[in-house]
């Protein structure tokens, strides 16, 4: 094989690895260096390049460097090193023009994640059902894992594998709700063995359930169900959802009860969509409504009730502020605390870094057990998430005081 025809085949999703002419790459054991990150940005980068600011902030936003850019400097001579130590063909493999660094290799570099990305945009836009169907089945078999996972703290990292993950998520139940709608039951199950490993709290099994349903396999059905809420609980401290639980009552048996035509139809307008499991989220006027309903309920029952912010900061103590990434991580703990909390507690977005739940029948004991439980989902994949979340709880009797770690001000807006 010459140079001609040779590809650079790189990996990305749930690993990092470098073949070239379809031998292994090695740059050492340790893949968390400063030249190794530089090589990983590089070719994630390829030949548009990235400014050397973007560049400095990504290698060196914790570190106080005096000189960061002679850092780089030194880095990037460290790592053309590395890569002819390496086998690699002698080349000039950094370019740097106009404060842009380039990834040039003497022959085509191949990357597994931007592969995938121009994939799924093909099958967004493909409107022939059977080719976009072995693109999804395709984009859904190159789905490795996460994003360059040994360096998956670092925040351009962080941010790149949270939408591939999306991207993942979206192609396969697209994918698999087309495989069980034409009653391919194998396949889809096949795909949803896959994410069912690499996320274990996504709840890809409900998706499995179904397959199993539909070939009416009903106790593979009811183990994959048991199986997962068992996970759920032991590792979790968690019920499954609502989707899971309607599919538990889907294989068991139950009565059916008559209502009175006028009241059921009510009743059908009045209830949730499906599907939307968990705690009850709601807008902040409407929290606000509840709070003040609760308390008025309080004063009769003298049952407790507790006030908990959840607050997202940057690791440091100080408010998170940067947009992309509190986009991102809001959302997550959104998820989080739905996901995390009984049917009969209530939360709402009080800033764009900020949640309120509202936690009915519970001690403040409790209320430090329920943080734990929400901070341990929000950093099931990453672990360093951990360090971003910070709570403070009051008892719904002591927000009004002074002395409440909570307070809540009319120009705040929407709580007065």
């Given amino acids: 094989m ?19 002419e379809g031998r292994p790459v090695s740059f050492g054991k340790n893949t968390t260096t400063k030249a190794m990150k530089l090589l990983q940005i590089l070719i994630y980068y390829g030949e548009q390049g990235i400014a050397r600011e973007k560049l400095l902030n990504s290698l060196y936003v914790r570190e106080e460097l005096a000189d960061a850019a002679n850092n780089l400097r030194v880095t990037a001579h460290r790592l053309k090193k590395m890569i002819t130590d390496a086998g690699l063909p002698e080349h000039e493999y950094i370019v740097i023009k106009k404060g842009i ?51 998956s703290g670092d925040e351009w ?21 087309g495989l069980i709608a034409k009653g391919e039951y194998e396949d889809a199950l096949l795909y949803c063995d896959t994410a069912c490993r690499l996320y274990p709290f996504d709840e890809w099994q409900s998706t499995k359930i179904e397959c199993f349903l539909g070939m009416k396999r009903y106790k593979e059905a009811m183990r994959e169900y048991k199986d997962t809420a068992k996970l759920f609980f032991e590792e979790l401290g968690i019920s499954p959802s609502e989707r899971l639980m309607s599919q538990f009552e889907q294989m068991s048996s139950q009565l059916n009860h008559t209502k009175p035509k006028e009241i059921q139809e009510i009743q059908q307008r009045l209830k ?20 003040r309903l609760v308390t008025r309920m309080l004063e009769r029952s003298g049952q407790s009730a507790y006030l908990m912010l959840c607050s997202l900061t940057d690791g440091k103590g100080h408010p998170l502020e940067k947009p992309e990434k509190l986009e991102i991580l809001s959302e997550e703990l959104q998820n989080t605390i739905q996901h995390c909390l009984r049917k009969g507690d209530s939360f709402t977005k009080y800033s764009p870094s900020q949640y309120l739940v509202l936690l009915i029948g519970t001690n403040k004991e409790n209320c430090g057990l ?28 002591e927000v009004e005081n002074l002395d409440s770690p909570i307070q809540f001000r009319s120009e705040d807006g929407g709580w007065q």
Avoid at 371 to 378: A, C, L, Q, S, T
Wanted: glycine share 4%; hydrophobic share 35%.
């Fill in 101 to 151: 660094y380039r990834w040039n290799a003497p022959v085509p570099t191949v990357v597994d994640a931007r592969k995938f990305y121009d994939l799924y945009m093909e099958a967004e836009d493909c409107e022939n059902p059977a080719k976009k169907e072995a693109l999804l089945k395709q984009i859904c078999g190159m789905y490795r894992g996460e994003f360059l996972p040994e360096i």
């Fill in 2 to 20: 010459n140079e001609k025809t040779a590809i650079l085949d790189v990996q990305m999703f749930g690993d990092f690895s470098v073949t070239y």
């Fill in 157 to 177: 990292v962080l941010l790149e594998s949270v939408q591939y993950k999306k991207l993942y998520s979206n192609a396969l139940k697209e994918l698999c709700d």
């Fill in 370 to 397: 329920i943080f734990d439980r929400i901070r341990k989902y929000f950093a099931r994949e990453h672990r360093s998430w951990n360090k971003y979340l910070e709570f403070y709880v009051s008892s719904v009797a």
């Fill in 272 to 291: 949730e969509e499906k599907g939307q499991g968990g705690a009850y989220y709601c807008n902040l006027p409407s929290f606000r409504d509840s709070y």
